[in-house]
Structures are given as structure tokens and as C-alpha cells.
């Protein structure tokens, strides 16, 4: 009997407190939320006006107060202007014609040393292999073939493997600068000398040296010739 009276005082307990719980759900009375902003996202559209999400209250996010509210901000103060002038070069694929880029891609493929001191070359194929890995390899695979993962996965296709191309070390500069068909310029992400470096590693790694594979005569006369 004890036992029963426990029990309904137990139940009596619970739906009361789910009856409160519950009441408290109306519209004149809304439930309190916790982090609000988990609930209702504070997405902002490119200058659309800093509103909260979730209230008419104003936004007081300084930066967009500063802005009228607008979300489209101005540059980071220190922001290093691109081209002020408007005097860069533009990417060298954009202005020649088709002959032109032939004809520099044909004169490329005599230069077989990089313009680098040779003396760093070990350091200097090291510093490519680190580049290559992290900007050619998810095309090209980290040993040349073609097969990266975003090829293998099947989002891109027609990467060639190195092995099959006649290329130079100069070749494979005057790609990464000027690009070709499918590839894009990568002047945009490696300097100058970054890109000789990868061209090292990838004619050491993939084409047996420094040299080309084909035009391996020119290089050989050259280190054979009589010192002068
Ligand atoms: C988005 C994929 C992609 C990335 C990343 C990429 N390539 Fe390529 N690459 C290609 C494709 C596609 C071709 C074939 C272009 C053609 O000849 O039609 C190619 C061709 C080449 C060739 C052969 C060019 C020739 O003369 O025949 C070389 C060399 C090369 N890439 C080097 C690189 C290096 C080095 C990097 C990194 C800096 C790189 N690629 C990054 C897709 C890529």
C-alpha cells in the first residue's frame, strides 16, 4: 500500500512537471534558447545589411556598424594593393597569339640546365619535390603517372603521364608559367625560381636527370666539349 501511494505521488510528480514544461510552450511566453545562433543561423549575403537573424535588434558587430550595417567590408587595412597602376603583366598565355606561345614553347624546349646556381641543385630539387607534391601531384601522382587522386577518383581526366611527353626542363617551365591546353599557369602560384625548381625535380624524378630523355646528344656534346 506504501509502495503504491510512492508510486502515484511519482507519476503525479512527472506529469506535472511535463504539464508546466509544456505550458511554458505558448507564443506570448516563448521558451528560452540557449545559443541562439545554433538555431537560427546569422548567414550573411555579400552586402546585405547586418541584421540579427532571430530579432529586430540592430547588428553590433563593430565592423559592420562602421559600414552602415552593409557586410561588404573594404580591404584589410595593410592589404597590399595587386597592381595600383594597373602596369602587371598580364598572365603571359593571355597575350600572345597560339604562334607565339608555339614558338616559345619550341625555343623552351632547348633549355636544358635552369638559370639556378648549379651548386644548389640538391637543395633545389628538394625545394621541388616539397612543391610538386603539394601542387602538381593531386593531377599528375607524386611518381609522374598521370594518376593522382582527383584523376583516379574520376572528377578530371587527360593528365599525361611524363614519361610519355618530350619534355625539357625549360619545357617544363614555360608550362608552369604559360600553362597548356588543359593546365593552367601556375606563375600565379610558384615564383620564378619555384618553378625552375619543380621543372628540376620533375625532369630528376621522371625523366632520369636534369637533361631531356630526347635531345640528350646537345647536353652530352656540351659536357664533353674541350675546356676552353
Ligand atoms: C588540375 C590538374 C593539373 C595540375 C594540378 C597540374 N597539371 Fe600538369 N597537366 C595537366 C594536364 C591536363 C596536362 C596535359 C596538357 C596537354 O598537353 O594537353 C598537363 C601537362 C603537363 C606537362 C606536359 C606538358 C608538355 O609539354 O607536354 C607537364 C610537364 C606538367 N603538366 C607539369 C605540371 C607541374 C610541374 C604541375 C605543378 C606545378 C602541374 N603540371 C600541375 C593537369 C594538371
Same mark, same amino acid.
Given at each position: 500500500?506504501?509502495? &503504491?501511494?510512492?508510486?502515484?505521488?511519482?507519476?503525479?510528480?512527472?506529469? $506535472?512537471?511535463?504539464?508546466?514544461?509544456?505550458?511554458?510552450?505558448?507564443?506570448?511566453?516563448?521558451?528560452?534558447?540557449?545559443?541562439?545562433?545554433?538555431?537560427?543561423?546569422?548567414?550573411?549575403?555579400?552586402?546585405?545589411?547586418?541584421?540579427?537573424?532571430?530579432?529586430?535588434?540592430?547588428?553590433?558587430?563593430?565592423?559592420?556598424?562602421?559600414?552602415?550595417?552593409?557586410?561588404?567590408?573594404?580591404?584589410?587595412?595593410?592589404?597590399?594593393?595587386?597592381?595600383?597602376?594597373?602596369?602587371?603583366?598580364?598572365?603571359?598565355?593571355?597575350?600572345?597569339?597560339?604562334?607565339?606561345?608555339?614558338? $616559345?614553347?619550341?625555343?623552351?624546349?632547348?633549355?636544358?640546365?635552369?638559370?639556378?646556381?648549379? !651548386?644548389?641543385?640538391?637543395?633545389?630539387?628538394?625545394?621541388?619535390?616539397?612543391?610538386?607534391?603539394?601542387?602538381?601531384?593531386?593531377?599528375?601522382?607524386?611518381?609522374?603517372? $598521370?594518376?593522382?587522386?582527383?584523376?583516379?577518383?574520376?572528377?578530371?581526366?587527360?593528365?599525361?603521364?611524363?614519361?610519355?611527353?618530350?619534355?625539357?626542363?625549360? %619545357?617544363?617551365?614555360?608550362?608552369?608559367?604559360?600553362?597548356?591546353? !588543359? &593546365?593552367?599557369?601556375?606563375?600565379?602560384?610558384?615564383?620564378?625560381?619555384?618553378?625552375?625548381?619543380?621543372?628540376?625535380?620533375? &625532369? %630528376?624524378?621522371?625523366? $632520369?636527370?636534369?637533361?631531356?630523355? !630526347?635531345?640528350?646528344?646537345?647536353?652530352?656534346?656540351?659536357?664533353?666539349?674541350?675546356?676552353?
Amino acid at each position: 500500500m506504501l509502495k &503504491m501511494t510512492k508510486n502515484i505521488i511519482k507519476i503525479t510528480a512527472i506529469l $506535472g512537471f511535463a504539464a508546466i514544461s509544456l505550458s511554458s510552450c505558448s507564443k506570448e511566453n516563448p521558451p528560452l534558447v540557449y545559443f541562439p545562433d545554433m538555431y537560427y543561423p546569422v548567414a550573411y549575403d555579400p552586402l546585405m545589411k547586418a541584421e540579427d537573424a532571430y530579432s529586430t535588434h540592430e547588428n553590433e558587430i563593430p565592423a559592420f556598424v562602421k559600414n552602415n550595417g552593409a557586410t561588404g567590408l573594404g580591404p584589410v587595412n595593410g592589404t597590399v594593393v595587386h597592381d595600383k597602376d594597373g602596369v602587371a603583366d598580364v598572365a603571359a598565355n593571355d597575350r600572345m597569339t597560339p604562334d607565339q606561345y608555339n614558338a $616559345g614553347y619550341d625555343e623552351s624546349k632547348t633549355i636544358t640546365a635552369s638559370p639556378l646556381n648549379p !651548386a644548389n641543385q640538391a637543395a633545389d630539387i628538394e625545394r621541388g619535390k616539397g612543391l610538386y607534391d603539394k601542387t602538381c601531384a593531386a593531377c599528375h601522382g607524386t611518381g609522374g603517372d $598521370g594518376q593522382g587522386p582527383i584523376v583516379v577518383c574520376g572528377a578530371y581526366s587527360g593528365v599525361p603521364k611524363f614519361a610519355d611527353r618530350e619534355i625539357t626542363v625549360g %619545357s617544363v617551365h614555360y608550362v608552369l608559367t604559360n600553362g597548356r591546353n !588543359a &593546365m593552367g599557369s601556375y606563375a600565379g602560384q610558384l615564383t620564378p625560381g619555384d618553378r625552375w625548381r619543380v621543372a628540376m625535380y620533375v &625532369m %630528376s624524378a621522371f625523366k $632520369g636527370g636534369i637533361a631531356p630523355a !630526347a635531345p640528350a646528344v646537345a647536353s652530352a656534346s656540351v659536357t664533353t666539349s674541350p675546356q676552353k
